[in-house]
């Protein structure tokens, strides 16, 4: 089946805000094996939304627009639509009833505006939203599906997940399709290419393999469409299949491979700890507490993670850290002995049994010929052992500030399973 | 004149990639008055192409295509523009001369490929690509203008720059086009609305208003179209009256303004800083370390932020911040007694002047009936006041965290001027 994404609103036309809707969706359709064959962005006219969804529906099978829902500019949008598949609006009180439920729930005052988001297309059946006001509207006419979401990421990923995406597998069902994602980091996607070339090229052509590149990180995807007749035990040797693949790549790269499918570095170094039974915490300079922001996106993380230090300065690097001053104007606060000493300083004041260390020059300032913008240590340390790495990244501060979060993370990994 | 952005290729449409070309090409042809009536994504074959391009010239004066034309596959690209424009591919000697210099700069070996890479549609005007390989083209066909540009985001952005919005500007000369944003924080949408209704009506149909939502902010810009004879001074007067706007729209609400156009909170927390002359630092629990990540993104930071604390276990607040272990005990962690003790804790730790602690439950587990999951404490001290807040977010972890940067570098940024 063929898909057609159309975005309602002048903030894509006008490159106030990049079109992530648009990624997010095409990717988690392409994963149920549904096909994106196109995407467009119209103005919230009339006029525009008619020619869009006309245009979108001509080799679609189904439509799905995004925007134009939102409590102050929803009017063209819901109207519009109405007026195309021939239906009336009207209040609908169960929706009214929902919104002042939410609100009241978010200790917020309900505005009269809410009126407005609960009157819709009586033709449209409505896609309950669970985390927010606006329902997603389904349209059908001539055979083909339209749906309308709100355009709020979150609300949308919600709809989409739990509302639009079940009713599609349904309404057309496809070919088994099914994917293996192995997660790696350190190395990048041509050296990776390279060293599983024999891998790649004995594919089955039913099998594809996708390099998705992030920063400091590699996902390689398999996805693999069930080619042969469809039985009750297709989806089963597809899977048998696929994980068969999987294990064969992950043997020929053992060294770059963290975890497998959606797990986060922070999640495997998390799981890690908690098996281990050992605390950690973090001692940042260049980072800023990023390393330690990303420690605390997994949730029951305070079992692990007591705490952490972030240390911009020399007196705090000193004061908190014990870090010798000699040491500082001696070899400088982004160097070897910093960082071993800031760990064995982060040990004690956290009182944990784990500790990394990191400090570098972020950028876009303060490099020196010796030391340029990108230079970052790190060091990790369990009294017993201390590892220390240095690498260096490029002028981009937010950048480096990122590909250090993702090098220390994989450092921790490394030194908790023994493999530095 | 109006203006269809056209991506060829798969990578959009699977979803692999984030469309920020769209952004940056839509961003940049409307700040200089041009209007994108529309974008849209095509797959790189030659039906798709041809579909596109002639979808994107029905309601446009130009059209501009970025992608299809890398070393691997530019050959349907170039071939069906050939096709559609009734040109022949012809091998041009001037552009091959230039990739092989390019390669020689760089350091590369030059591949056969370069050869196709050279070859080109006899009627395209040239665009010389100085920070790549593939040219762009530019072709005419009744009275409309189609380009198409590589989809490497630099070479992209260089071609846009140099060559093609110049063009664009002489061949279409444009009405003046300005704009003014305001940034808010800290109320949502439809509440804003409400508060500047009687404003919103009351502007000129030459000027509009669009409410750009994300976490916790609302951003509020103004578009002005210069609706009269295209003068000398029309440019200035249209600034000019969008400056009485959108100071008249901040008159409204100075409540919730925190800075115009593209400023972030935290610059302008830092800039705040910087001009008082005060040192800042941060006492982060359910935050772990994220608005030191903010504070931190900002170049420079380091003149104003010396460091920061993340305590998630009791011990830790205890032992860095002199958190009472009878406060923990009898309020809890989250509470408000916690928080004050943490800020005035920080200010010693850190020997900062101005210190936020933040303490509360991000889920989604750890709630209880009187404290749940999105309970959030902050406080905000300089050793002569202090101002302590509590929030109720919402139930998702990275969620909470986020709004509750938001808020916290909010409410100092308020205390450092004096608006708590």
Redo the contacts between chains.
Sequence with gaps: MNIHLLTIG???????????N?????????LRGMR????????DTRE?II??VE?AAR?ADAVIMTGGL????DDVTKTTLAEMFDAQMVFHQETYDRIVAYFNK????V????VGQATLPDKATLLVNKVGQAPGMWFERDGKVFISLPG?P?EMEYLMTCEVMPRLLERFPTHPIAHRTLLTAGEGESNIARRIEAFEDALPPHIKL?Y?PALGQVRLRLTGVWNGAVKTDSVMRLNTELDAKIAELEAIIPDLVYGREEETLQQVVGKILLAQGRQFGTA?SC???????L???V????AY?????????Y??KT??LGVRPETLTRFGAVSEETVREMARGALD???VDVALAISGI????GGTPDKPVGTVWMAVSDRERMVVQKHLFGRD??KN?QLTGTYALNLVRKFLVGEV
Tied chains: 1, 2.
């Design positions: 002048d903030e894509i036309l006008i490159g106030q805000i990049v079109d992530t648009s990624a997010w969706m095409s990717r988690e359709l392409t994106v064959t196109g995407n467009s962005s119209v103005a525009a020619a869009g245009h080799n939102g409590p102050t500019k978010i200790g917020r005052p505005s009269p505006a809410m709020v979150f996708a998705l940042e980072t800023g507490g990023y390393v330690a922001h420690i605390t996106t949730p029951g993380s305070s993670f007591p705490g952490s230090v972030v240390t911009y300065s007196e705090i004061k908190l004041a956290l009182g972020a950028g876009p300032d501060r937010l500030i």
